[in-house]
């Protein structure tokens, strides 16, 4: 037999991907200790959490003992006693259920018996359970008691509150009437001592004697039940009032923003007084106007202190006290129906106000005072508010852009800007005739104003760019000493004096269109001398002429107070000054509009 050696080869497990980590980890020297530490770790955290959950179980379950032991105590006494309730309420009745049964057993048993036995039988029966039933019936009593007595409790408590409870109000024993509650008896009797007090405060106002005793009336009450007719709190002050002596009586207070200044009986009297002002002014049929009087005016009827009660005459007096009456002064060669003509008064009116005058054509002394009116007094002085409702232009509103799209100083607009318009409503307020105030109540948009984009070039030449000027100019020669001439139809700027060789600056940004180097003559533009012209781009150029040198060229762009050159002589000049030109869209535009104190 050959025996065939086959070569001792172990086969390596192959590594799975991403395990390479592991094994590198296996092939440290500390391996065993890491792998060690790893285990202890992981099995106490295991314990701990294990520990814990146990602990937690343990309270969980000392906790559901204790709270069902406490509801246990509570609950039992509170179950023992219902039961014990319901059971004694039910004995009787399981009583009687027991003795029905036992009678109509000893039918059964008994049968064939003498009826007249068994009746005999079931009578004793029932004879020997009287003291039980006796003994039931008074445990069933003493239940009920107290259940009837609850009952009738709160049937007593109903019927108390709903019956109807008011206030008599009395004064020196005499009942006056009823109010519903104590706050309005409280309300009345306040209302009762305002009024004596303003009765007071008004007869020393007036004038009068007042006592110096203090001026009171003390009414009382006591409770009643009854369906009867209660006072409001003014009915209650009247009637209080009303029985509390001979010194009082019916009147009507008059108050003036709110503090009164007289009572009077004539109330009726005086409401149509006031309602004859104001006639004039109202219109039954013009809803947005108001008319009411400048102060707060108001009359109240009641019950109020005779002695304090002022005479309808003395009233009006009062209300009139503080009028004037109005005067037109003739002028020279004045007459009656110039007079007409300057105050605005009708003829029959002036005439009716001034007897003396007869005739339209009839002349008047220079200096005559004509009666035209009288002024009305402070109290009696009429408000009138007008409310009127008008439809007003929303200017729109000019964006400025610029652009290197457009040349220098074109404008193009983008968008063509168109006015909004709004609903105003507005309250006018006219005292006398005379307006007072003009109040804004409402604005109502109805359409929105549109905004006018308007694009300004700036690409020049060589393609160089300029921003527009701002349209505000500053005084192109700061040091300068006086304007010896202004713009006028035969000059066509200004002229700026200033010593030989003071800076010019530009007025505002913009492009230099003209740099002229003076040739010597002193003819046409040459009579200019040195001269700068700047195009600002916004439909506005200026002109600098008479330069001793120029600082700037063709083509240059220039800000707001750059030096563009130096006062001179050059050109047709008597003296060393600046001649200012403004344009404005073509049209020459003068300085002085901008500067006048210069």
């Not at 094994?23 to 391996?31: G, M, S, V």
């Not at 259920?97 to 007249?116: H, K, V």
């Not at 019936?137 to 109903?158: E, K, M, N, Q, Y």
């Not at 040349?407 to 006015?419: E, I, N, R």
Request: aromatic share 10%; with cysteine.
């Amino acid at each position: 037999m050959n025996i065939t050696e086959t070569p001792n080869t172990t086969t390596q497990p192959s590594t799975p991907t991403g395990g390479h980590a592991a094994a590198a980890a296996l092939r440290l020297p500390a391996a065993d200790y890491i792998g060690d530490t790893l285990y202890l770790v992981g099995f106490w955290a295991e314990y701990a959490l294990l520990c814990a959950a146990r602990a937690t179980a343990r309270a969980a379950s000392a906790v559901y003992g204790y709270t069902s032991r406490l509801l246990m105590a509570v609950l039992r006494p509170i179950g023992r006693g219902v039961r014990g309730f319901f059971g004694d309420l039910a004995r009787p009745f399981a009583q009687v259920g027991a003795d029905l049964r036992t009678l109509r057993d000893m039918a059964r048993a008994e049968t064939g018996a003498d009826p007249g036995q068994v009746l005999a039988m079931r009578r004793e029966y029932l004879k020997n359970s009287r003291q039980v039933y006796l003994r039931l019936l008074w445990d069933a009593f003493s239940f009920l008691l107290p259940l009837a007595a609850l009952i009738g409790f709160v049937a007593l408590v109903r019927t108390v509150l709903a019956l109807d409870y008011v206030l008599d109000v009395q004064v020196n024993g005499q009942s006056v009437g009823y109010v519903q509650s104590e706050q309005v008896f409280e309300s009345a009797r306040a209302d009762v001592q305002n009024r004596l007090n303003n009765a007071r405060a008004a007869m020393i106002a007036n004038g009068s004697a007042v006592s110096g005793e203090n001026w009171s009336i003390q009414p009382n009450y006591t409770l009643t039940v009854g369906d009867v007719p209660t006072m409001n709190r003014e009915e209650a002050a009247n009637a209080i009032m009303s029985v509390s002596g001979d010194e009082i009586g019916e009147g009507t207070a008059v108050y003036v923003d709110g503090a009164l200044q007289f009572v009077t009986t004539e109330g009726d009297h005086l409401r149509a007084y006031l309602e004859n002002i104001k006639s004039p002014y109202e219109d039954a049929l013009d809803v947005n106007t108001h008319v009411s009087f400048l102060h707060d005016i108001s009359l109240e009827d009641g019950i109020y202190m005779l002695s304090s009660i002022e005479d309808y005459s003395g009233v009006i007096d009062r209300f009139n006290r503080d009028s004037e009456i109005l005067y037109y002064t003739a002028g020279r060669r004045e007459t009656c129906q110039s007079a007409v003509e300057n105050t605005g008064i009708n003829w029959d009116s002036l005439a009716q106000m001034n007897p003396w005058m007869e005739t339209l054509d009839q002349p008047i002394d220079e200096g005559t005072e004509i009666v035209t009116g009288a002024s009305s007094p402070e109290w009696l002085k009429v408000k009138v508010v007008t409310r009127r409702v008008y439809t007003e232009a929303i200017p729109y509103e000019t964006e400025k852009r610029t652009s290197s799209q457009y040349d220098f100083g074109k404008q193009v607009v983008l968008q063509q800007g168109q006015t909004g318009e709004q609903e105003i409503t507005q309250d006018l307020t006219y005292i006398d005739d005379q307006i007072a105030s003009a109040d804004i109540v409402s604005v109502n948009i109805l359409s929105e104003p549109v905004t006018e984009i308007i694009v300004t070039g700036t690409r020049l030449a060589a393609g160089m760019y300029a921003n527009p000027g701002s349209g505000s100019f500053v005084w192109p020669v700061p040091g300068y000493r006086y304007v010896s001439r202004w713009m006028s139809s035969g000059h066509k700027g200004t002229d700026i004096c200033a010593a030989y060789g003071t800076p010019i600056i530009a007025a505002d940004s913009g492009a230099v269109v003209t740099s002229h180097a003076w040739s010597g003559s002193r003819s046409g533009y040459d009579s200019y001398g040195n001269y700068v012209v700047i195009d600002h781009g916004n439909g506005w150029s200026t002109l600098y002429a008479h330069m001793s040198s120029r600082a700037v060229s063709v083509g240059q762009t220039v800000s707001k107070g750059d030096i563009i050159g130096y006062v001179g002589q050059t050109g047709r000049a008597t003296g060393p000054h600046c001649h200012f030109e403004m344009y404005h869209n073509g049209v020459r535009y003068s300085a002085r509009n901008l500067w006048p104190n210069m």
